[in-house]
């Protein structure tokens, strides 16, 4: 399903002290298991070693620093817990391709270049359309200075701090269902909010009329309130009678969400469904017939 509680842990532990010394030694106790085992659990669940995601996470920060700040490269190495600014250097080198300086120089002229054109199209995000039941209320757009890793992320919000619980809209595009049918299929995304009501990642399946015959949107998981980066997932199986395919983050009532790293992968019955619109969902007899039950 997501990612198992240890290691939902040990992201928020790690997202909270970037900047500080992450203690390896602290991390079992925060996930409530022994090292060698959270390592392998971490590492299984995420493709890198608890050691990579910082150093990830890390590198992704001071991008954001050398583009939008005039901190010095060495602060930004000391403050970002590296050994001294060459071994920052070489670390940033090898996720970035250029060393910091070069890096600065370029992003910062390519962001006095493009902000114009940027402001003019920022409500276009290609692949991506800002639907719901009040998009009105709502702006879409990427966030070149809020992300997990990469350059950018989404970045869904309200405009008005009034949107309530019946008001909602969704960052989301949709694809053929061919290539998936007869398989379960994994979404993942890494998602931080702001003061939101309520959000989630959501996906569901159609049928060739439009039916939905497969859907979960966190409703019982939800996110809320003010959260750092954390990975969240959904499982689906694809029928035969599948046809198409759509995801998102929804956003319901006021706040903000970023989303960032969505991920698509096949996985076996062994990973469970998280499928709403299943049998067990629904009562075994009709209930509470004359309302006399409050």
């Not at 990612?3 to 997202?15: F, W």
């Not at 659990?41 to 890198?48: H, S």
């Not at 054109?117 to 359309?129: A, S």
């Not at 956003?251 to 996985?267: H, N």
Request: charged fraction near 20%; aromatic fraction near 12%.
């Amino acid at each position: 399903m997501e990612y198992s509680q240890a290691t939902q842990r040990t992201i928020a532990y790690i997202e909270e002290q970037l900047m500080e010394e992450i203690s390896f030694e602290c991390l079992p106790n925060t996930a409530g298991y022994s090292k060698y085992h959270l390592s392998r659990i971490f590492k299984q669940e995420t493709g890198i070693t608890i050691g990579e995601y910082i150093r990830i996470r890390r590198l992704a920060m001071a991008a954001s620093y050398l583009m939008y700040s005039n901190v010095s490269i060495l602060t930004i190495a000391v403050t970002l817990q590296f050994q001294s600014q060459e071994a920052f250097t070489r670390a940033f080198k090898e996720v970035y391709a250029l060393p910091p300086g070069k890096y600065r120089k370029v992003m910062q002229s390519l962001n006095m270049m493009e902000e114009e054109h940027y402001m003019e199209t920022v409500e276009q995000v290609k692949g991506w359309v800002l639907s719901g039941a009040n998009p009105e209320l709502y702006k879409f757009h990427t966030d070149d200075k809020v992300f997990h890793s990469g350059k950018r992320s989404g970045v869904l919000y309200s405009t008005t701090a009034s949107a309530n619980h019946g008001q909602f809209a969704t960052m989301m595009q949709g694809f053929q269902a061919a290539d998936y049918k007869g398989k379960r299929l994994k979404m993942s995304c890494y998602l931080k909010t702001a003061d939101a009501t309520k959000c989630g990642a959501w996906m569901r399946i159609d049928n060739g009329t439009g039916d939905t015959i497969q859907f979960d949107n966190m409703d019982q998981r939800p996110v809320t309130g003010s959260t750092e980066w954390n990975h969240y997932s959904i499982v689906l199986d694809v029928p035969e009678e599948g046809n198409s395919i759509y995801f998102g983050v929804l956003l319901i009532g006021s706040g903000k969400v970023w989303a960032d790293g969505f991920r698509f992968e096949e996985v076996d019955n062994k990973v469970p469904s998280t499928n709403m619109l299943t049998q067990e969902h629904l009562s075994n007899h009709p209930t509470n017939l004359d309302f006399s039950m409050e």
